[in-house]
């Protein structure tokens, strides 16, 4: 998609990198983990490839093995890898015991884990969407061992 407005930014800055959730200061908590819960556009790839996102570490396994095709689109590429660390978090809260979403004072969404210990899952998924590593369901097992 070309927007002159948008090629002009990136060319300075790059592609965009992250997620940010902002509201006010009482924050619907299942409101947030539904709406980081979406990943449309990680939903429409994997379903063009056969894959249904369940939130279930299977579905982590499945998506780790798709070929890259979405790394020749860079715009696709940032958007993707923001879905890649949603999904896992939304895997890892609705599957790990104890593990919660936590919104940063920058709006930057993590996943918190029982033992205290935070996991940086849009990090984690933009490196999964730029290089395969690490991979999706190998961040989720240690967030399942270590919560």
Same mark, same amino acid.
Request: aromatic share 6%; glycine share 10%.
């Given at each position: 998609? #070309?927007?002159?407005?948008?090629?002009?930014?990136?060319?300075?800055?790059?592609?965009? !990198?992250?997620?940010?959730?902002? +509201?006010?200061?009482?924050?619907?908590?299942?409101? =947030? *983990?539904?709406?980081?819960?979406?990943?449309?556009?990680? !939903?429409? %790839?994997?379903? *063009?490839?056969?894959? #249904?996102?369940?939130?279930?570490?299977?579905? @982590?396994?499945? &998506?780790? /093995? @798709?070929?890259? /095709?979405?790394?020749?689109?860079?715009?696709? &590429?940032?958007?993707?890898?923001?879905?890649?660390?949603?999904? @896992?978090?939304?895997?890892?809260?609705?599957? =790990?015991?104890?593990?919660?979403?936590?919104?940063?004072?920058? +709006?930057?969404?993590?996943? !918190?884990?029982?033992?205290?210990?935070? =996991?940086?899952?849009?990090?984690?998924? %933009? *490196?999964?969407?730029?290089?395969?590593?690490?991979?999706? *369901?190998?961040?989720?097992?240690?967030?399942? #061992?270590?919560?």
């Amino acid at each position: 998609m #070309e927007n002159p407005l948008f090629d002009k930014w990136r060319k300075r800055h790059g592609p965009a !990198r992250g997620v940010s959730v902002m +509201g006010p200061a009482a924050v619907d908590e299942e409101g =947030v *983990a539904e709406l980081l819960a979406e990943c449309e556009l990680l !939903r429409t %790839h994997a379903s *063009a490839a056969g894959i #249904e996102l369940d939130d279930t570490a299977a579905s @982590l396994e499945a &998506l780790d /093995q @798709l070929p890259p /095709q979405w790394r020749d689109d860079p715009d696709n &590429l940032s958007w993707l890898g923001n879905d890649a660390g949603l999904y @896992l978090g939304t895997v890892i809260v609705r599957g =790990v015991p104890g593990a919660v979403w936590q919104v940063w004072p920058n +709006g930057h969404p993590v996943v !918190r884990l029982a033992s205290g210990r935070e =996991v940086d899952v849009v990090a984690a998924g %933009h *490196a999964w969407a730029v290089g395969g590593t690490p991979e999706l *369901a190998q961040v989720h097992a240690e967030a399942a #061992e270590g919560h």
